[in-house]
């Protein structure tokens, strides 16, 4: 059990109907925030990310590493949406709930007689949101994406790595993500508008969300004409500003100020590069990046990373080293503001797991959820007994397979 802390959405139904990655995170952004999630899963499997993970022991059990990450705190029913009867219990959850969420292709929940509009005659206040990976108009709409797919088409890849690697993938799936925490941000701030008379349509497109977040790369080519390209671990907009070897392992650094350049120069011991006419001004120094780095990795060799670090953040510059997830995850600031979340009884699994919660504090505090991850249709009967089903209809909707 953890403690939920602040709950602002605790008002909210939300309706998960999404798989995999991008309507998930969504989706586990709401329940830490409170909100009442009921994922709804297909009988055959249920979200694919009960198959993904590390753990070929939990992908069997349908209990992966993948989908426990992301859907702590929800309730699972399990549905056949194809059936009468499956198609009726979604649209009577919908007359009660405030949002539905889905990430299918565009098109297939309004063939399903579940689209939008169908819906809005259970709720006519429901707000729906849709995640695809180009959106729901325009030539690329019924085209399949998923993360990969659209790190290559945003220009994303083409920025990442360096003249040898690039273009590089992003090392975590960062478009199921941002496409995520873009439905979130979209379905809290429709939320805020409840006073609004009617429903809402929410189109997420993945391509688009990832491109919002490049501002800087895309904006020094609309604005400025320069075409981004990958700078590896360098800043393209400061220097000294990257990542620097030293004595023992790696160290960022991000002297992009003048006083901090010249506070870096005198903590490594070479005061002259403050008045080096190939680094004195801020200009000088872009022109002259990788020969002011090579000098300041020859004085960083004489001591580990770890001892530049306490110096530089000591003198004002922003530093930090490089670490691993095991490593980042033992920092005792991770563990001392509850972005760790523990649960010690799962269903379906019989041993303790350790998931992430959001980054998220209000007032101090880390929201939570207080259950763990469900089992496929966990919760299918007891969603059903409040929605009003009773026992003769429940065996009904079984024999029919619609549960």
Known sequence: MNDTGPRPLSAYRVLDLTNVLAGPFACHQLAHLGAEVIKVETLRGGDLARQLGADPELNR???GASFLAQNAGKRSIALDLKQAGGKAVLRRLVSQADVLVENF????MTRLGLGYEALLADNPRLIYCAISGFGQTGPLRDLPAY???IQGMSGLMS????EQS???RVGY???DTVGGMTAAFAIAAALADRDRPGGRFIDISMLEAVMATMGWAVSNHLIAGRTPSPMGNENMTASPSGTFETGQGLLNIAANKQEQFEALARVIGRPELIEDPRFAARQARLDHRFELKAEIERALAKRPAEAWWSMLNEAGVPAGPVFTVPQALALPQIASRGMVAHFEQVPGIGRPISVLRTGIKLDGQAPGVDTPPPTLGQHT?????DLGYDNAQIEQLRAERAI
Do not use: F
């Not at 920025?159 to 360096?162: E, P, S």
């Not at 009967?381 to 007994?385: C, G, P």
């Open 61 to 63: 059990s349908l209990m």
């Open 105 to 108: 292709r565009p098109g297939v």
């Open 147 to 149: 993360d990969q797919i």
């Open 159 to 162: 920025i990442t790595g360096d």
């Open 166 to 168: 690039a273009p590089l």
């Open 173 to 175: 799936p960062v478009a």
């Open 381 to 385: 009967e007891l969603i059903l007994r």
